[in-house]
């Protein structure tokens, strides 16, 4: 037997160019066999591209690729999948509409004289799901579970084609704390199983947990790689964003004033099932204060703030915004004192293909300049885009006449953040507006919201990380099953004290009564 | 210039037009062949006839018959014009109707029922209201305009049912079609418009020049002599540009096509999404339905009322008319216009040779077909380009790429 060579898989001298940009320039990435190998950048810092190139999406324009020391060629994802290499990407890979089941087979079905057999199938995946402890519900259809859930399809799709190169785009950006541990855990038994791990990130914190090496990409060109017990974060962190970064949020105390909003007794019913996913649920937010709704995924939040934001009908309670009911006004009329950084950023935040200026006017384009006696006023609309890509730093191929579908996703995000804190409502609603960004971004965007803050705005916080939410607001309240089950001071509370809440062991009804 | 023309290469548009181009130009290549083929085996068709079958397939608009000799002879012939330009008018019409509806994210298959239904409202108005009383011209407006009206309502449905009851629009209008075409039987059936002055046809309806509510000739029959064209192409082409100002430059336009694109983020903005579906499908209905009213209203073409056996070709060409123009309106008025083409070279390669008009069919059949692969062929322009591109000196493509690069650094640095 020829000698085992020392790397698994060499990304050699790698260039891949896109219109208007070069996403990938020379880089190189070599990747050890067992190792957690950790690929840090920004957004758009071309780790998806070039995460995209060895699992055949993208051919190079230059460069090549080898596996165990010989060159292979890989043309679409069916050539990486007979390499073994097999991809969990950011915006997951599933057919919605398919079951649990049917999405971690698809592609790899077992037949017999060209009849499905599901029993072998379910049964070899309940074995997998059971030995790495990721649990899903193979008969849901995947449209009805939480993207944790998701992930977990994904990464038992990996699993059950016998993947020994395992990439992971962006994992944990969609993760509450409990899962991430959970995907760190799962993650040190591939490598301990001999698989190789690529992973992309920007958190700093997992990264150093987790990594055995980091290499770090910045605007599309290779900056270095370090081994992760030589480095700490904030070397990482300059390394990536090209300057010394905060890595904390800086900010005065909290001065309320008036209430925005006053949610009395609301009740919302759930996505999944007939009972209500929000139960009796009261609140207010005030001017000038950041209050947060922590909880882990799949609580009540997202049916929460779709009742708050018209995109569901509320099935009880009552919302009063700057003093006018809006139970049951239209989401328009809402929008007249609201602003909305939704969840789903492709599924309400963005029409993907339109472009970029199209899209900074998706709530205005009723409003003058941008329109007149029904005409829509190019030039103005040109104007108000180039305004907000320049200040709030949007960066796409073509400026903007982009699709925004072939804009990364911080990118995608960030237009999302200018249209909406652009038009100045008295109450920001922000759900997860850092899901899935850089330090740089997520710096940016808590400077932006604390911004809102002082200016006098209501803002009204939805997040899945205990980190920013105990650096980020003034007020926690902790939502389960869809109750809130505690109002916290972050000042005085640990994240221990915050977990047990989210978890529900904890709640402060509970503990006046006893 | 050559820069000019690069970048005119470069823009989608011009993309998707050499796209729309191929598939005409293959197209109307297989139609040659098949023609050959059907030439080499019919024992009937001489060699001569078959190349005279392929030039009136390709120039059939520019024949003007045969001369002294017997041969063929091509020239400018205002006739096969003028009724390429009527035969246009109703394919323009249908053709913006699917295309807007596509536009907008909804598939109407139902500009045949549409068609249909504006046939009914325009031709029972146009020949209901008394002449005497009313001057003819009030009357032709008003049998257009109901005409375009019964079609919104007849396309609302699909619309409504698609947006509130979430039934998919292609189902809802295949259904819709043919309960459009027995209602018409039905209407004319028990009306007194059926034409029994005439007695060399049965089955029709009076024309319109039965009481003088024609359109108007706008002098397009001093241009062109002897064909039945009319004022209804120019108003065809004046609605094409209408909806192309519609659909990109207003308000409305935008909320339409936001909501096709995605509905769910249409409605986080505040876009009423129920009502912009049933909108858009009534618009697409008032489209082909207008098209019905300036074909029967012409005064030149009589209607067949029993329709419960067959949809009219007119509402379902719409389709390759939409697509083979990339759904663009102003494209619409072209296409439209090479589909009519067809059919006269079809009426022309009849008359002229033994062949029949049917083999223009199997070209336009063919040029329909290609025309839903002219995405592909677009993606096949576009690789050529990119691999062009790739072979160009490396050290061309650093220096062309450097100063974006830089001005992206500098501007990331001021912004912290």
């Known amino acids: ?514 | 210039m050559r820069e000019r023309l690069t970048n005119l290469y470069g823009k989608d548009g011009t993309r998707t037009v050499l796209a729309s181009i191929l598939s005409i130009i293959i197209g109307l290549a297989v139609g040659s062949i098949i023609v050959l083929i059907v030439g080499a085996v019919s024992s009937n068709i001489s060699g001569g006839s078959t190349w005279d079958g392929i030039r009136l397939v390709l120039f059939g608009i520019l024949s003007t018959g045969r001369d002294a000799s017997g041969a063929l002879s091509f020239g400018f012939n205002p006739t096969s014009i003028g009724n390429m330009l009527f035969r246009a008018t109703p394919l323009i019409m249908t053709g913006l109707s699917v295309a807007v509806a596509y536009k907008t994210g909804l598939f109407n298959i139902g500009a045949p029922g549409q068609y249909l239904m504006g046939t009914m409202a325009s031709l029972m108005l146009a020949l209901g209201i008394p002449s005497e009383v009313v001057p003819p011209a009030i009357i032709w407006i008003i049998a257009f305009v109901g005409g375009m009206a019964a079609g919104a309502l007849w396309g609302a449905i699909p619309g409504l049912v698609k947006a509130y009851l979430n039934i998919n629009e292609v189902l809802a209008s295949i259904m819709t079609n043919w309960i459009a075409a027995n209602i018409v039987t039905w209407a004319f059936e028990v009306s007194d418009f059926k034409n029994l002055v005439e007695s060399t046809k049965s089955g029709y309806i009076y024309k319109t020049t039965f009481n003088d509510v024609a359109t108007s000739k706008m002098g397009l029959d001093s241009i062109f002599p002897g064909s039945q064209v009319n004022g209804g192409i120019i108003v065809a082409i004046v609605i094409a540009i209408l909806m192309y100002v519609l659909m990109t430059k207003t308000t409305l336009g935008y909320q339409l096509k936001a909501c096709g694109s995605n509905r769910h983020a249409a409605r986080y903005a505040g876009i009423k999404d129920k009502r912009n579906i049933v909108l858009s499908m009534a618009i697409a209905g008032a489209l082909s339905a207008g098209g019905a009213a300036l074909y029967y209203l012409s005064g030149n073409t009589e209607f067949a009322w029993q329709t419960y056996q067959a949809l009219p070709d007119t509402g379902f060409n719409g389709i390759p008319v939409a697509l083979l123009a990339a759904c663009n309106p102003i494209g619409v008025i072209f296409t439209g216009v090479f589909m009519s083409m067809l059919d006269v070279a079809g009426t022309q390669l009849t008359a002229l040779t033994p062949f029949n008009e049917y083999i223009t069919d199997v070209v336009i059949a063919t040029i329909v077909y290609l025309s839903a692969f002219s995405l592909v062929i677009k993606m096949l322009i576009s690789g050529g380009k990119k691999r062009k591109k790739a072979k160009a000196a490396p050290a061309a493509e650093v220096k062309a790429e450097a100063p974006p690069e830089d001005a992206d650094a500098e501007k990331g640095g001021e912004a912290k």
């Open chain 1, 1 to 514: 037997m020829a000698q085992q060579p020392d790397y698994i898989i060499e990304m050699l001298h790698i260039t891949k160019e896109f219109p208007g940009i070069i996403a990938n320039d020379d880089i190189t990435l070599q990747l050890k066999r067992g190792e957690i190998h950790a690929l840090l950048g920004e957004n758009g810092a071309g780790k998806s591209t070039l995460m995209s190139v060895l699992f055949g999406l993208y051919q190079p324009e230059q460069g090549i690729i080898k596996k165990n020391g010989e060159e292979v060629k890989i043309k679409d994802p069916n050539d990486a999948t007979a390499l073994h290499i097999g991809m969990v990407h950011q915006h997951f890979k599933l057919v919605d509409v398919f079951t649990v089941l049917d999405n971690i087979i698809l592609g790899a079905e077992t037949t017999k004289f060209g009849f499905l057999q599901k029993k072998e199938a379910r049964r070899r995946v309940e074995e997998l799901s059971e030995r790495y402890g990721l649990k899903v519900d193979l008969d849901a259809k995947v449209e009805d579970i939480t993207v944790g859930m998701q992930q977990r399809v994904e990464i038992l799709k990996m699993l059950y084609r016998d993947n020994e190169i395992l990439i992971f785009d962006e994992p944990t950006a969609v993760l509450t704390p409990q899962e991430i541990d959970e995907l760190m855990a799962t993650m040190r038994e591939f490598a301990k199983e001999g698989k190789s791990i690529l992973f992309i990130s920007h958190k700093l914190n997992e990264i150093m947990e987790v990594s055995d090496r980091v290499t770090v990409l910045r605007k599309g060109k290779y900056i270095g790689t370090v081994n992760t017990c030589d480095t700490n974060p904030q070397e990482l962190s300059n390394m990536m964003v090209g300057r010394p970064v905060q890595l904390v949020v800086e900010k005065g105390p909290s001065k309320p004033g008036d209430v925005v909003l006053e949610v009395e007794g609301l009740s919302v019913p759930s996505h999944l099932h007939k009972r209500d996913a929000v139960k009796n649920v009261s609140f207010n937010v005030r001017r000038g204060e950041i209050v947060c709704i922590a909880g882990i995924d799949g609580n009540g939040q997202t049916e929460l703030i779709h009742g708050l934001t018209g995109l569901d009908k509320v099935s009880g309670g009552s919302i009063k915004l700057c003093g006018r009911d809006i139970t049951r006004a239209s989401i328009r009329r809402r929008g007249e004192n609201m602003s909305h950084i939704p969840e789903d950023r492709h599924k309400h935040g963005l029409i993907l293909d339109f472009t970029l200026e199209q899209n900074m006017v998706l709530q205005r384009f009723r409003e003058a300049p941008f329109q007149h006696g029904g005409f829509i006023n190019d030039a103005e609309v040109r104007k108000y885009a180039e305004r907000l890509i320049d200040e709030y730093d949007v960066r796409s191929g073509q400026g903007p006449v982009t699709v925004v579908r072939s804009m990364s996703g911080g990118n995608q995000q960030k237009a999302i953040i200018a249209r909406e804190l652009d038009r100045d409502k008295p109450l920001v609603v922000a759900v997860q507006p850092t899901r899935g960004l850089d330090v740089g971004a997520i710096e940016y965007i808590h400077k932006q919201l604390v911004a809102e803050r002082d200016a006098g705005q209501a803002v009204l916080l939805v997040s899945l990380e205990l980190d920013e939410v105990m650096s980020l607001s003034d007020r926690i309240l902790v939502m389960y099953e869809g109750e809130i089950v505690g109002e916290l001071d972050p000042k005085t509370t640990t994240a221990q004290e915050l977990g047990l809440y989210m978890a529900g062991a904890t709640r402060q009804g509970k503990e006046a009564t006893a």
